[in-house]
C-alpha cells in the first residue's frame, strides 16, 4: 500500500530523518491557524497519490497573502484525475543541491537495493535509461541490520557526508515498516542541514496486518468486497467478466480474450478450494459490475469438485449469461448440473473465451 | 529428474493443519504408486507425539532427523511463521526447502531466503505449489494426473496455468522429466536461471517450458543463462500497469515488467514466445 507523502514523512522524522517543518490541512479553512508557525513564504502541497505531481500543478509556491487563496484553488482541482483532499503546507527550504536516495526489494538479488544519485528531483526510471552511470548502486541482505561504513561511502563518493547518516535512517524505515520502496526525491542539502523534501513510502500489503493498518487504501471498493471472500479481483474496462482459479490462470483467460479481440470487464481469482459458497459469491460479485454482459468461468484444479462449482454458479442467481470450463473430480456430475439448467461447459478454455467473445458481438 | 527423487525423504512442516494432513495423504499416495518414500514425518511444535495421515508429528525438525533419514522439507506453515520454518529446515541441514504458504511478508522470505543460502540449502517457492518428476517424486500440492513421464522440463511462476500447460503437454505426447513451480512472489528462492542450471545437468531434460508472467525480469535472466532449447508463455498481456494481478509478484511497476518488453526481450535472444498456452506444445515439438 502507498502511504501518502505526509504519512511517510511522519514515520522518516521517527526514525530519525529530518523533515521540513509543516502541516495538514482538510479544507482552506484550517490555513490561517496552521501558518502561524511557518516562515512567511511556504510550499502547499497536494497530498494525491500520482506521479508527476509537480508539473501536473499539485505543487504550488504561496505566502501569507495569498496562501488562503492557492489552498482553495487546489483544494478544487484534479489532480491527473484525483480530487485533492488533503494539502500538507511547508516551509520553503533553502536548497543548496538535490540528491536522490532510495531503497527497495530487489527482486534479482532478493535483498535490498539501495540507489544514491547526485542528481535529485529527477524521474529515476528516466535517468536509468538515459544515463545509467550517474547512480550508484549497493545491494544489502536483509540479515544486516545496518548499512556498513563502506557501503555508505561507496554510495556517498564526493557527496555531503552529513547525507551518510539519511541513508543509513532510510534502511531502517525500510526495515522497520516492511517496506517495497522507500525514496526520498529530492533529498536536499540547505546551509540547516539535509532534509527530505518529498517522501514515498510503500508498504507489503502481506505486511499490512503486523504494520498495524487495517484497510489497503489502494484497492477499489468491489476490490476490497472481493478481498474478504479471500478473492483477487482487479476492475478492468470491457464487458466480459473473468473467474478463474490462480493468477496465471487468470490472466491467461484474459489475454485469452484479447487474442480473440474481445475486451474483459475483471480479473476475479478464486484462489485454492473453489466450493459453491465462494463460486457463488465471485459470480455475483463479478456480476454485479453493469458493464459485464457475460461471465467466463475456467476453472482447473485437481481437487476442485467440479459438482460443487456447477451448484455454485446456479444458486448465484444472476441474469448475465455464464460459460463455463470446469475440469477437476466430478466434471461429468458438473456438466449434466450445468447443462440442466442451461449454462454452456466447454471443453477448454479456448473454446470457453471464443464462445464469450462472440455472445459479446 | 531434478531436487529430489523416489529416495528422497520428505518432512512436513505445518502437517497438523487441514491442507498440511490432506496433502501428506496426496504425496505418500503418489509415493506408493512410484515406489518412492514420500513424507517420512511431520512436525508442529507442541504437537509432538502425534500422527497425521499415518507419519509420526515432531515438535521440530532436528527432533524428526533423529529418527528418520530426511534431506527435504515441505512448508505449509501459516505466512507469519513460515520464513522461520523455512530457517529451521536451513539450519538443521536439509538441503531443500519448498516453501507453498503464500502471503508470506516480503521481507521474511528475504530474510529466510538469504538464512538458507548461508547453509547451502536451496529454497523452492513461496507461494508456490512445489514440484512434481513424474514417476519419481512429487514434493508439493500439484495434481498428478495430467502429468506424464518424459523429457520436457517444465519452470512456472503460476500454479494452476502450469497444470493446464502441462495438460496440453501430455495430450501432445510430450512428457515431463520435472515441472517446478518457483513461486509467485516478488522474492523467490530459486529463480528461471537455477532452475535451468539444474536442468542443463538432468541427462533426462531435452527442451525447457518457461512459463512467465508480468512483474520483474526473472524470465529474461534465466533465458539468457542457458544453451538449453526453450519455449515461452507470459501470462498478462492485457494486466494493466500497478495492478497487482493476483500474485504479490506480478505488477507493472515502474513502466519495468510488462509482457510485451519481456517478450520482445525473449524475442531478441531467439527464445520461441507462444501467443497462447495451445500454442506450446507445437513450438516445443520444432525445437526438439
Redesign the interface.
Known sequence: MKLLEYEAKAIFAEQGIPVPRGAVIRSPDELPGRIADLPPEFVVKAQVDVGGRGKAGGILMADRTNGETIARELFGKLIRGVPVREILIEERLAVTHEYYASIAVDRSSKQALILFTESGGVDIETLAKENPDAIRKASLPLLLNQIPPFMLRDLLGSAPKELGPVIQNLYRVFLARDALLAEINPLVTTPGGPFAADAKLIIDDNALNRQGITQNRDLTEREREAEKYGFSYVELAGSIGVIGNGAGLTMATLDLIEYYQGKAANFLDVGGGADQERVMHAVRLVAADPSVKVIVVNLLGGITRCDDVARGIISAGISQPVIVRLAGTNEDEGRKILDGSGYRMMGSMEEAVRAAVEAVQ | MIYGDKNTGIIMTGATGKQGAFHIALINEYARQVGGRGVVAGVSPGKGGQGVAGVPVYNSIRDALREHDASAAIVFVP??AAGDSIMEAADAGLSLVVAITE?????DS??A???AR?NDCAVIGPNCPGLLSPGEVKMGI?????SSRGHIGVI?????????IV?QLTRAGLGQSTIVGIG?D????QTFSDVLRKFEEDDQTRAVVL?G??????EE?GARSTELPIAA?I??????PE????????IIE???GD?RSKIERLKAMEVPVA????DIPAIIKKLL
Open positions: 505466512a507469519f502471503h508470506i511478508p516480503v521481507h528475504m530474510r531466503i538469504s538464512f548461508l500439484m495434481p498428478v494426473h495430467l512456472s511462476r503460476s500454479g494452476t496455468l502450469t497444470y493446464e495438460d509467485g516478488p522474492v523467490i528462492g512459463i508472467e508480468v512483474g520483474g525480469s526473472l535472466e508463455y501470462a498478462g498481456i492485457s494486466a494493466p495492478k497487482r494481478m493476483g500474485h504479490a509478484g506480478a515502474g513502466g519495468e509482457a501467443s497462447r498456452p495451445s
